[in-house]
Antibody, heavy 117, light 107 residues
Framework: EVQLVETGGGLIQPGGSLKLSCVVSGFPVSSNYMIWVRQAPGKGLEWVSI???????HDADSVKGRFTISRDHSKNTLYLQMNSVRAEDTAVYYC???????????WGQGTLVTVSS | DIQMTQSPSSLSASVGDRVTITCRAS??????LSWYQQRPGKAPKLLIY???TLHSGVSSRFSGSGSGTDFTLTISSLQPEDFAVYYC?????????FGQGTKLLIK
């Protein structure tokens, strides 16, 4: 059974750092394209980052230079390192797999990050 | 960036109704279009990819069509569990972008 479980969210002050984790079961993270998507309270969905199976990454302009997506093959886990966070980074963060034709076919339940002083 | 525009933003309908949601891309995305359903407090759920391919386990009440820049999601006979927010999303190029969402309300 495929399962993605995000952890690491919480309350953080502006300018601070936080690392989100997404533990995956049911398929190997390293062989797949994995993404992070976020959703600000009451708002729509925003793609954040992608890591390809060859390890290359691509980020949205809104987080470029501040967030870093990575993975650990031995733990079958996806990460999002968030640095220099801003109030506008407040959102539920979802990890997901990019499947056929670029769809996001499996999602975690999400973890809430709140940036506030 | 490719802009995705959904219409309508909200829609009131009754159980048993047939409804259609449209999505327009600001440039051609060929068939790299997916549709998602999101219920309150839940993660989005994939319904359709490649503009018309039904994801595994999704009810055949859902169907998609279109290509290029104009796409539609149709729900043939609304059930109570279908009242949710629906998003389209393009994966033709990064940044992957979503429509603003269509909230389907019970009339």
């Amino acid at each position: 059974e495929v399962q993605l479980v995000e952890t690491g969210g919480g309350l953080i002050q502006p300018g601070g750092s936080l690392k989100l984790s997404c533990v995956v079961s049911g398929f190997p993270v390293s062989s797949n394209y994995m993404i992070w998507v976020r959703q600000a309270p009451g708002k729509g969905l925003e793609w954040v980052s992608i890591i390809y199976n060859d390890g290359t990454t691509h980020d949205a302009d809104s987080v470029k230079g501040r967030f870093t997506i990575s993975r650990d093959h031995s733990k079958n886990t996806l990460y999002l390192q968030m640095n220099s966070v801003r109030a506008e980074d407040t959102a539920v963060y979802y990890c997901a797999r990019r499947g056929n034709w670029g769809c996001f076919d499996y999602w975690g339940q999400g973890t809430l990050v709140t940036v506030s002083s | 960036d490719i802009q995705m525009t959904q219409s309508p933003s909200s829609l009131s309908a009754s159980v048993g109704d047939r409804v259609t949601i449209t999505c327009r891309a600001s440039q051609s995305i060929t068939s790299y279009l997916s549709w998602y359903q999101q219920r309150p407090g839940k993660a989005p759920k994939l319904l359709i990819y490649s503009d018309s391919t039904l994801h595994s386990g999704v009810s055949s009440r859902f169907s998609g069509s279109g290509s290029g820049t104009d796409f539609t999601l149709t729900i043939s006979s609304l059930q109570p569990e279908d009242f949710a927010v629906y998003y389209c999303q393009q994966s033709f190029s990064t940044p992957y972008t979503f429509g603003q969402g269509t909230k389907l309300l019970i009339k």
